[in-house]
Nanobody
Framework: QVQLVGSGGGLVQPGGSLRLSCAASTSIFSIMGWYRQAPGKQRELVATVTVGGSTNYADSVKGRFTISRDNVNNTVYLQMNNLKFEDAAAYYC?????????WGQGTRVTVAS
């Protein structure tokens, strides 16, 4: 069973930064990354990275968020800069192996002044 452990959420002021981490129990994946879900809204893609290193970002976070990976520790990071009120959400780590999707437990990001 694949396990994903996300961490790094918290409370930050607008314009601030946070770094999320997601540690996977496997090194075998095709895509790994982050989705988020705000109250009353659907879960949406934030950023992903493929096993080949290609990255994909939601338009709303381009230029502010950076996804990176540590292949030795099977960990993906999401550096979030210049956070905005609309970034507040529960952030879920995501991993795909073949046709199977796996999700972490979610870590909450709160943006408040």
């Amino acid at each position: 069973q694949v396990q994903l452990v996300g961490s790094g959420g918290g409370l930050v002021q607008p314009g601030g930064s946070l770094r999320l981490s997601c540690a996977a129990s496997t090194s075998i994946f095709s895509i790994m990354g982050w989705y988020r879900q705000a109250p009353g809204k659907q879960r949406e893609l934030v950023a992903t990275v493929t096993v080949g290193g290609s990255t994909n970002y939601a338009d709303s976070v381009k230029g502010r968020f950076t996804i990176s990976r540590d292949n030795v520790n099977n960990t993906v990071y999401l550096q979030m800069n210049n956070l905005k009120f609309e970034d507040a959400a529960a952030y879920y780590c995501y991993l795909r192996i073949g046709r199977n999707d796996y999700w972490g437990q979610g870590t909450r990001v709160t943006v408040a002044s």
